[in-house]
Nanobody
Framework: QVQLVESGGGLVQAGGSLRISCVASGSIFSINTMGWYRQAPGKQRELVAA???????NYADSVKGRLTISRDNAKNTVYLQMNSLKPEDTAVYYC???????????WGQGTQVTVSS
């Protein structure tokens, strides 16, 4: 019904930049929220940033000013521009979709981001 595919992860040095993308396909409601979560080894999955269909955003305090979420509704794509990266940003980054008032949440397969010190 819905598929999320992330891309753009990789290895970057501390202080560097990276942009990851998530493309949604299938039955996408016009009212929806897409977001990025991340999970490091031995830690819980945490919210990084989220954006609604009309552009309202929410960020974790730890990434404000460094990471920026955006979306292209025509392409059903959400982006995460990651600047001034820190080793603690190292994690698998997952794309998430919540549709309208539906209770089900969709997840992508994840993309690895590794920041070297």
């Amino acid at each position: 019904q819905v598929q999320l595919v992330e891309s753009g992860g990789g290895l970057v040095q501390a202080g560097g930049s990276l942009r990851i993308s998530c493309v949604a396909s299938g039955s996408i409601f016009s009212i929806n929220t897409m977001g990025w979560y991340r999970q490091a080894p031995g830690k819980q999955r945490e919210l990084v940033a989220a954006i609604t269909n009309d552009g309202s955003t929410n960020y974790a305090d730890s990434v404000k000013g460094r990471l920026t979420i955006s979306r292209d509704n025509a392409k059903n794509t959400v982006y995460l521009q990651m600047n001034s990266l820190k080793p603690e940003d190292t994690a698998v980054y997952y794309c998430k979709l919540s549709q309208g008032w539906a209770p089900y949440v969709y997840w992508g397969q994840g993309t690895q981001v590794t920041v070297s010190s």
